[in-house]
């Protein structure tokens, strides 16, 4: 990757706030980020903090109507999906901190996922299937999770975040975990240690 400076778009949704372990993960990135001395701008948006909605039928269908018909309410409610895009479009990295909540991702953040998965802006389909819009973006996943899953049939998340990503043309992934962390104070130290050599390599890679 050799933009410069890097656009960097974080999104995170931990329940914990900035006690969140996801969050502490993010934290591990943006120090790293800032310890290389690469130019970069960073946006970042707490889903959680932001009480994000689930996406609703007259939401989706401001999306569906032409620009030029949509009514005054309309307008105002495609603004958010509006806004998350052309800040997905601009970043050339996706920063994900992702907790693992029931098996799966914060129901806040598949709101997020919901608004940026939109066909003809980040994907479009084709008689051959979807194809991805979004083209030269990285996305970095840092997983926080209780259990142990990574790597086993048992892990949902991952499959669902790369599918998603990879629907938009986000095939450049990678992916941190720290698990365990809800199975005694030592494996949590060992893992959450482990998960920040994993982020500083990724910055050193960049
Ligand atoms: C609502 C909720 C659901 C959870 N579900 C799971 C789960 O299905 N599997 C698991 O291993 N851990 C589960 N955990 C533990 C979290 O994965 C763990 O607390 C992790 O640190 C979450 O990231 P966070 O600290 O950034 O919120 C759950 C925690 C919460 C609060």
Redesign the pocket.
């Known amino acids: 990757m050799s933009a410069t400076p890097l656009n960097v778009l974080l999104v995170?949704?931990?329940?914990?706030g900035e006690?969140?372990?996801?969050?502490?993960?993010a934290s591990a990135f943006v120090d790293a980020l800032q310890a290389s001395g690469h130019e970069h701008q960073l946006t970042h948006h707490d889903l959680v903090e932001r009480d994000l909605p689930h996406l609703g039928a007259a939401e989706m269908q401001a999306w569906m109507t032409p620009a030029d018909e949509r009514s005054a309410e309309q307008r105002k409610l495609a603004e958010l999906s509006d806004g998350f895009l052309a800040e997905l479009r601009a970043a050339d990295l996706l920063v994900i901190?992702?907790?693992?909540?029931?098996?799966?991702l914060?129901t806040q953040m598949k709101s997020w996922f919901d608004r940026v998965l939109r066909a003809g802006e980040t994907f479009r389909y084709t008689e051959k299937g979807p194809v991805g819009l979004l083209e030269g973006k990285q996305a970095l996943v840092l997983a926080?999770?209780?259990?142990?899953?990574a790597g086993s049939d048992l892990d949902s998340q991952t499959p669902h975040l790369t599918s998603m990503l990879g629907l938009m043309g986000i095939t450049d992934q990678h992916f941190v975990y720290?698990?365990g962390?809800?199975m005694g104070d030592e494996p949590k130290v060992g893992a959450l240690s482990e998960a920040r050599t994993g982020i500083a390599n990724y910055v050193d890679a960049l």
Do not use: Q
Request: glycine fraction near 12%.
């Open positions: 995170s949704s931990s329940l914990f006690k969140g372990n996801s969050r502490e993960l901190a992702a907790p693992l909540y029931n098996l799966g914060p926080a999770r209780g259990g142990m899953y720290a698990e962390l809800n």
